[in-house]
């Protein structure tokens, strides 16, 4: 028969209910964060430390701020830590059910046994730690040496100059770029990226950027998140500029060419101080123009994006709007409320010039 506790020790557990029900919260809280933790770090080590090892040998490309050595023993830190966190949770989580089940028990008035086991503790939970602190120390000390003997990361930063052309092609898969002016000569293309870009110039009047798509891994690269190219213009007469990405963006801050076509699948696009004709086209992203001035045809289309663009109070415009489910809102053309289908509308001036704006479900927004 189960022994009872004193009247005081159980009003004592009850007085103490509330702190008890935060430190066991928090007490269950640290353990799903350890096993998680676990399986992070066992997962990194189970990527990392072979890819570590294929990169050594120069079978795999991969991007990082870590030496290729250097990278096979943070991965075998990872892994050897995860398994220390494995052990060490087994141990744990029994320890806080117990503890939980004696509290309880507490609290109707029972007296249980010690909650503590007199297991002996596994050797491997020791024997994975020292092998983690082995491994942390092999990463640490082999990339010092690689820094020492002139290792960089492997992150591409480039600058390069071009003369000027008058066609520009720039297309990229995902990386974000960015087109702007300055008063120099010639062409400055600044990027960091897993990869160089790819160049082609057919003559002295075409300048084509390419992104390369070759297969790489970025691991403990940390600028990977920051990727971006930025295209520096002289103030020049441009024909064309034909821009495209798969899921960057592209910002354009001024439309200096005679022709600009953008077209992106789930990348935004934003183009500031429009003035030149402009034809933009994307399938996810957000489409947004604001106009210096309204002066040349504008094309405009996405399939489930919106559409934003902003034209100055005294604009002529004639525009064409095509929907299948999406809506107008627009005061500038006279609307007080959204509009839902296609229209024909004109909003007269001396120089109305056309705009044509599609979509598929998207909304549109023309305001002044």
Known sequence: MENTLSKKAVLMAKIFCLPAAVGFTALFLLNFLIITAAL???????????IGGLYTMGLLKVVSDLSPAALTAAGLFCL?????????????????????????A??????????YSKRKKSKLIWFSLALSAFALAAA???????LEAGFESTVVHERLVFNNAKYLKVSTSNL???????????????????????IEQSDVNYLKLVQDDSFTLSLFAREQFNYKMTVWLPENDYREFYLDSGSGNITLTETLSDYTELRTRSGNITVTQATEEISAY????VISCSYSAFVNTGSFE???????????????????????SGYLDS???????????????????PLSRYLYVTTAGGGVSIEG
């Open 302 to 324: 996405s399939r489930n994006g919106n559409i934003f663009i902003r034209l100055p109070d005294y604009s002529g415009i004639n525009l064409v709007f095509r929907t299948e």
């Open 176 to 198: 974000n770029y960015e087109l702007r002016f300055h008063k120099g000569d010639g062409i400055l293309v600044e990027y960091v990226n897993d990869t160089p870009m790819i």
């Open 80 to 104: 050897f830590f995860g398994c220390f966190l494995c052990f060490f949770i087994i141990r744990f989580s029994p320890f806080c059910f117990r503890l939980f089940h004696k509290y309880m």
């Open 40 to 50: 992070v770090l066992v997962s990194a080590g189970l990527l990392c430390a072979p």
């Open 140 to 146: 640490v000390e082999i990339q010092y040496l690689s």
């Open 331 to 349: 005061k500038l053309m006279g609307f007080e409320d959204r509009f839902y289908g296609s229209i024909d509308i004109e909003k007269p001036a």
């Open 282 to 285: 994307t399938i996810d992203g």
């Open 106 to 115: 507490a609290i109707r008035g029972y007296k249980w046994r010690r909650i």
